[in-house]
């Protein structure tokens, strides 16, 4: 991604801000309002089920946000972007991928493997891919696949998160790499926006202040459990996917287990594919630290309004204008 082409699409957003894809949570309804407020939406391939609804879902998205620019050609509408799982156990990537390519999906989220073959696709119709990384090491790979951009998933994220501080990896990833920088971890308000860019990165990713949102596909349960607790009601652990993350200690009890006492898993175990992948999103929540940041479940347009408001504030504090 180019100098330029990384400056156009912040031209296109009101806020430095993309929205994470979240298992279950994000649906077409979240990532269009996403869009029309004016930050990035995304959503997991995987969470349009059967697989053929994956068109149904990108030409929904697509004519909404079609509609939208008519109706506001000088407006900020965001463009989306479709995450995709690089593992083994994923046994729909190659007809979602193939979907996304003959939609030209403007940006794809890439997790969990180096994405050689997905980046040569999307190149080949002139979108971008970023890469979920937690470390140097998994940064140098993906870049070595030839990626735009790097997610920086570090302490306190929601879902699969790894555990260094922004203010260790980002400066890290910094020393050799001057592309498209996104971070994520506990960034539940416009102050922690602003910070993310004060510490290098080029956008905020946020998560679980989303999950809380009228149009979030969540259970009403989910979303109350996200406005009553706080940091310490979250667990991480490996125990349900095969890779560490974080979860609600909530969600947990009510399986039936000790949060305090999970055994680890078994990295080979990981199935983000199956029913048995699904279920765990679905009983076991998903959620990062940010989660005692917030009291309430409004729109999305009425969040992303909050945000913006949040983050001019916290620029005036500082005397940035």
Known sequence: MTPQQLQDLKNRLCLPVIGSPMFIVSGPELVIEQCKAGIVGSFPALN???????????????????A????????????????????????????????CIRHQVPI??????????????????????????????????????????????????????GTLSPFALVPEIRRFFDGPVILSGSIANGASVLAAEAIGADFAYMGTRFIATREARA????????????AGDIIYTSLFTGVHGNYMRKSIVNAGLDPDHLPEADKTKMNFGSSAGAKAWRDIWGAGQGVGQIDDVPTTHELVARLLAEYRAARQRLALG
Do not use: M
């Open 48 to 66: 349009a089920r059967p697989k053929e609804a994956l068109e149904e879902w990108l030409i929904q998205i697509e004519d909404a946000l079609a």
């Open 68 to 99: 939208a620019r008519a109706a506001h050609p000088d407006g900020k509408i965001a463009p989306y972007a479709v995450n995709q799982i690089v593992h083994q156990s994923n046994d729909r990537l190659e007809h979602d991928l193939e979907c």
């Open 108 to 161: 794809i989220i890439t997790s969990l493997r180096a994405p050689d073959e997905v980046v040569r696709h999307v190149h080949g119709y002139g979108g971008v891919v970023f890469h979920d990384v937690i470390n140097v090491r998994h940064a140098q790979k993906a870049l070595e696949a030839g990626v735009d951009g790097l997610i920086l998933v570090c302490a306190g994220a929601g879902g699969h998160a």
């Open 219 to 230: 259970v009403d349960d989910y979303k109350e459990a996200i406005v009553d607790s706080s």
